[in-house]
């Protein structure tokens, strides 16, 4: 099993996070993806495993698997001891809405293309740009911590109190947010939920500056 | 079971497909999302349904379940007959990443609230939005097109000759490349595809124009 991503990347970040809870061996491959001039996802070799010139990719047994959540749902089949999706057709449709809740509509908003862009082609200042990422950011926020701090499903973690793949997707976010000087103060369940995973050696592990390719 | 959606909402629309698919039933409340001047997401009742205020929202058993996605998988777990995702691991990750190439790559970058930020907030012109979409559009579909066009996985439908939820969410995102007037000749795999649902009546009945809420 072969893990194509770079240090910094939300997604592959999740995804080192759950192969450290799983205990799941892969071979890390980096990819540098903000070199300047040009990442190695633009490279043939890469743009053959995923077109969508998109980290992470996981080759296993044949196969190049795109998209970290759909990853996440892969180990989660092949590996499932332990979970990272509770038990009941409703806990899991909680945990996998709150995952996308910022899967989707959080981080494909500020990925770097999409902040390349502005600057580029729209010529949004440095400013402008740093304002559209944290109005995202403080959007999903906004929903995501009443729907935790509200919800008697929310535990030591973000459904009960064992990490799930909300928990996964969270904990990249906030590390985001905090790069990104978003303020963070209004979101006390959130801040909560980070911290103790950041306790967890599995969470501390997939850190992006204790990966070997962080500058 | 009650959908709160709104008709040319592509996250609606796989929802819509889906109920059909599996001859589920639920009442369809109609959220008015674009009304001029705040559109009825905004609403004291609905923040509380979805503080992300967005739809759809699903709400059964008591709970208000937020994210398509979730969602689909959710009724794939209460409703697994006829399935919509394939089965076996590795083609269960793949239909998976087809989906969410669409649902985390291209559709948010997309929605309307990010379209008025670009107008509103940056003050791009209507060309440059036009052009904001086209762009993200045309990434999406080039990774997908050779994704299909190159699988032998890939059958009458995006996996083997049964509907997914890969499916189920390829047919809004090209009613909405069209209804943007995207170029979509380059994309025969897609296209081939998105004419195949087309004819069932699942995915026509779900069609927007064939919603009540349809202006």
Redesign the interface.
Known sequence: MKLHGFFRSSASYRLRIALALKGIAAEQVAVHISRPGGGDQFQPGFRKL?????VPVLE??G?A???S???L??WE??HPTPPILPEG??A???V??L???I???M???NNLR?LN??TG??G?SED?KL??YR?WVK??F???E??LANSAETGIFCQGDAPTIADICLVPQVFNAKRFDCPLGDYPTIMRIYETCEKLPAFAAAHPSRQPDAA
């Open positions: 995923n077109p969508q010139l998109l296993d047994d196969h698997f795109v998209q959540l759909a990853i749902e892969y089949e092949t057709a409703a899991r449709a909680r996998r809405g995952a996308l809740m899967a989707c509509e981080h494909p908003l999409v862009y502005l082609t729209l949004a402008a304002a559209w109005h959007l999903g906004d929903a995501l009443p729907m």
